[in-house]
C-alpha cells in the first residue's frame, strides 16, 4: 500500500542526491525557508531544498546548516532551463524532520527565480496511506502515531476496525457517523453523516505507464515502472528493455536505449496529434536506428486534471456571477464543480479522438432564475462536447454541438 505523499517527500530527502554539475544552461533558484512558531533552530538543524522535474527526476538540491542562523535560512540551487519543477523543502533537527514545505511550482523558463521566504508547516506524516477520490472530495486513510485515520476536508479522524463480511471496513472512534469500507481499489465512505460519491483509488503518477506515440510510419515507446516497449513501423518493428534512467537537460527529457540503439526526447511543449487533432502534455522525438520520429507524449488527461478551472464563457450568453462556474476535473474520469447555482458531479470519458461527459448529477438548491437557466444552458453544453483543445494563452475549451464550436471556455485562475 503507497505511503501518503508527505510521508514519501520526507522520506525522499533522507539521501541528497547531487545537484546538476554542469552551470550552463541552469538557472539559480533562491528564497528563504522558515517556519510560524516561536521556535528557536539548534545550531545542528539542516534544511534541504529540491526541486524535482518528471519521470522521478532531481533537477537540483541544496542544503543549508543553521549554524547558529535562524529562520528564514536563505538558499540557492541551480535547474536546467526551460523545465518547469516543484520545489520542496525540509528542515531536520537531530536528523529528525521537524517542518516541511511541498509541491511550489516553478515554471519552465530561463531566468532567475526568488522565492522569497517560504513557510514550512509541521511535520504530521501519515504511514501507509492510502488516498482516495470521491466526486469533489480528497480522503486520505492512514496510521498516523498508532492510530489509523482518516484524514479529508482539513481534518484527522481517529477510526477503529469493526467486523466486516469482505474487505476492511472502520468507523469513527467518537464519531459512528464516519465510516469507511475499503474494497480494494473501491472504498464505501460516508463523512460525518454525508455518504461521499463513489470513491476510486488515486493512482500515484510513479505507477502510471508513460506512453508517446507517433504517426506515419505508427510508433509508440511505453515507459512501465521496469521496462520500456518500443514498437515502429505499425508493429513491425517491437523492442523489450529495461527502463532507462532519465536525464534532465535544458528544455527536454531524455531516455537512452543504446542496445536498441535508440533515444526518446521528451519535451514539455503541447502537442496535437496529426490524425485527430487531440492535444497532450508534450512532443516526443525518437531516434531509432538512423531515423528520427516524431509524435506526442502523456496522457491528455494530464492537460485537465489539476487546479480548478473557472468558466469565463458559455456560448455567447452574458455570464451570471462568473466567479461561480468551475469545472475540476479530479482524476481520469472524474468531474466536479459548480454551475452557479448547484454543486455538479459526474464522469467524462477521453477516447482517442475526443472527449465526452457523462449524465452529471448535482445538488437540489434553487435559485433566482437567471442562475437556473445558466445552469441549465451548462448542462445542456456537457452534453453536447465532443473534444477539447487548449488555446495558445492557456484557456480550456470545450468544443462540440452542430457547428463544432466552443461551448464552454475556462481558465486557472
Partial sequence: MPRSVILAGVLAFASPLPAPAQEDGTRSISGGVGYMQRIALPPEARATVIVEGRFGSRLGQTTVDADGQQVPLPFELRVPEDLAGQLSAVIRVHGQ??????????????GPVDLHELILEPVTP???????????????????????????????????????????????????????WNKGDNATIRLEGRNLPDCLRAVPPEEAPYRARGNEPGWMVVLAEQAAEITADYGEITHNVPRPGVQAIPGAYLFDMPAVPARLTIRETLCRDDATGMPYPDSAELALDDRVLRGCGGDPADLLIGPAWQVTALGQAELVEPERLSLNFITPGRVAGSSGCNRLVGGFTLTGEGLQFGAMGSTLMACPEPLMEQERRMLDALEQITRFDISEDGALQLIGGDHDAVLIEARRP
Wanted: a negative charge; aromatic letters at 6%.
Fill in 97 to 110: 524532520p521537524r517542518w516541511i514545505l511541498q509541491n511550489v511550482s516553478i515554471g519552465a523558463g530561463t
Fill in 126 to 180: 501519515m504511514a501507509f496511506a492510502t488516498e482516495f477520490v470521491c466526486g469533489d472530495v480528497t480522503v486520505s486513510v492512514g496510521v498516523l502515531g498508532a492510530e489509523m485515520v482518516l484524514r479529508a476536508e482539513g481534518r484527522d479522524i481517529p477510526l477503529m476496525q469493526v467486523e466486516a463480511a469482505s474487505g476492511a471496513r472502520y468507523q469513527g472512534v467518537r464519531d459512528p457517523e464516519t465510516e469507511v
